[in-house]
């Protein structure tokens, strides 16, 4: 069936770094990435989402990147603050379903 | 978002036992989806519904029944709950299907 695999699993990286989590998908027929931040003991939230039909997209310290033919997504987040450390959740959709990566930890040492 | 809400916030049951989990949105959303969180393997899609009285399965449905008679609510029941359904399980809704979803602050549910 289809997956999303998500990597690395674990990020520890140093107040200020930039941090990059790389995830693939397999269904072609995916149009959607959202990108979901849980911190502990709270729900998922939205921070950033890319549609298919664009190569990029930006919000302040927050950017996606997207190569459909490859079928990698990454998200980027520069100037990392101790606020960030959460699990952040990369995702593929095809409309129907929402197909969630394993999530990757990420720790910002101040 | 108050705008989803789930109850019970914990449960604790037996194996065997019928376990019903309740979603609630006040938004119309035409989309709802559960959820289960586990160590290790993030979010896994039991079920969705793209409207009322439209349900299919997702990932993992086994042992999982849905339904969806008015487009607010999206129970979630266990028929028959086993050890293996421990977890957190989350409620989502959104607008249509490619879109942001919206989750509930999920329910802990243990068996025993």
């Known amino acids: 069936g289809e997956n999303v695999e998500q990597h690395p699993s674990t990020l520890s990286v140093q107040e200020g770094d930039s941090a990059v989590i790389k995830c693939t998908y397999s269904?072609?027929?995916?149009?959607?990435f959202p990108w979901y931040k849980q911190e502990l003991g709270k729900r998922p939230q939205l921070i950033i989402d890319?549609?298919?039909?664009?190569g990029e997209k930006k919000d302040q310290r927050i950017a996606v990147t997207l190569n459909k033919t490859a079928k990698h997504f990454s998200l980027h987040i520069t100037e990392t603050q101790p606020e960030d450390s959460a699990v952040y959740f990369c995702?593929?959709?095809?409309?129907?379903?929402?197909?969630f990566g394993a999530g990757t930890r990420l720790f910002v040492k101040a | 978002d108050a705008g989803i809400t789930q109850s019970p916030r914990y449960k604790i049951t037996e194996t065997g036992r019928q376990v019903t989990l309740m979603c609630h949105q006040t938004?119309?959303?035409?989309?709802m989806f559960w959820y289960r969180q586990d160590l290790g393997h993030g979010l896994r899609l039991i079920y969705y519904?793209?409207?009322?009285?439209?349900?299919d399965k997702g990932e993992v449905p086994d042992g999982y029944v849905v339904s969806r008679s008015k487009t607010e609510n999206f129970p979630l029941t266990l028929e028959s709950a086993t050890r293996s359904q421990t977890s957190v399980y989350f409620c989502?809704?959104?607008?249509?299907?490619?879109?942001?979803?919206?989750f509930g602050d999920g329910t802990r549910l243990s068996i025993l």
């Open positions: 519904s793209a409207a009322a009285d439209i349900t």
């Open positions: 989502a809704s959104s607008k249509q299907g490619s879109e942001p979803q919206h």
């Open positions: 269904d072609s027929a995916s149009n959607y």
């Open positions: 890319i549609r298919s039909n664009v």
């Open positions: 995702a593929a959709s095809s409309g129907f379903k929402t197909i």
């Open positions: 938004w119309s959303h035409s989309y």
